[in-house]
């Protein structure tokens, strides 16, 4: 199986920063790589897909990169409504994976 | 619009059974790949099962691999889970998921098993 190391698990942010989570795959994944965003009691929202291609209604100021074995997610200037949990998803074999999630909160 | 709706959750003694439904409509249900995701209480995801849009491939996760069986009605838009032998470890939401990397989610089902 692939582990998806995610980090950090949590960090705390202030309004304007720039954010980065990284995600690391236990083998090469290629680019099916998918970046979640989930708020308390809400429903996971896709951000990025296919490790760089940002979703559609979603703002600019969220990007992803990576290949094979190392992606991240940032955000390049944090506002108010992204304080949340994010989380990976490998796609790329069975059993599909997700990382343990990062908890964004405010400083 | 893209709707989603799951539904059949519900409190359930270990070793009972389940069966989950998913409602899809707004997109082409029968050329997306469908998942079943759960998230226990206060945990992070994990994803349970996948299917292929013509149903002839099914993939688990190990934990759930003999219990659990997918399923679709391509004429219906519709996604089932059959949960059996279930256990209190299956607790969570589960939420149904549309396409490869889960673009559309319905708004989840809460399955508690307890005694």
């Known amino acids: 199986d692939i582990q998806m190391t995610q980090s950090p698990s949590a960090m705390s942010a202030s309004v304007g920063d720039r954010v980065t989570i990284t995600c690391r795959a236990s083998?090469?994944?290629?680019?099916?790589l998918t970046w979640f965003q989930q708020k308390p009691g809400k429903v996971p929202k896709r951000l990025i897909y296919?490790?760089?291609s940002l979703q559609s209604g979603v703002p600019s100021r969220f990007s992803g990169s990576g290949s094979e074995t190392e992606f991240t997610l940032t955000i390049s200037s944090l506002q108010p409504e992204d304080f949340a949990t994010y989380y990976c998803l490998q796609h790329n074999s069975y059993p599909l994976t997700f990382g343990g999630g990062t908890k964004v909160e405010i400083k | 619009e893209v709707q989603v709706v799951e539904s059949g959750g519900g409190l359930v003694q270990p070793g009972g059974s389940l069966r989950l439904s998913c409602a899809a409509s707004g997109f082409t249900f029968r050329s997306y790949w469908m998942s079943w995701v759960r998230q226990a209480p206060g945990k992070g995801l994990e994803w349970v099962a996948k299917i292929k849009p013509d149903g002839s491939e099914k993939y688990y996760v190990d934990s759930v691999k003999g219990r659990f069986t997918i399923s679709r009605d391509n004429a219906k838009n519709s996604l089932y889970l059959q949960m059996n032998s279930l256990r209190a470890e299956d607790t969570a939401v589960y939420y149904c998921?549309?396409?490869?990397?889960?673009?559309?989610w319905g708004q989840g089902t809460l399955v508690t098993v307890s005694s």
């Open positions: 998921a549309a396409g490869e990397s889960f673009g559309y």
């Open positions: 296919g490790a760089s």
């Open positions: 083998q090469g994944i290629s680019n099916y």
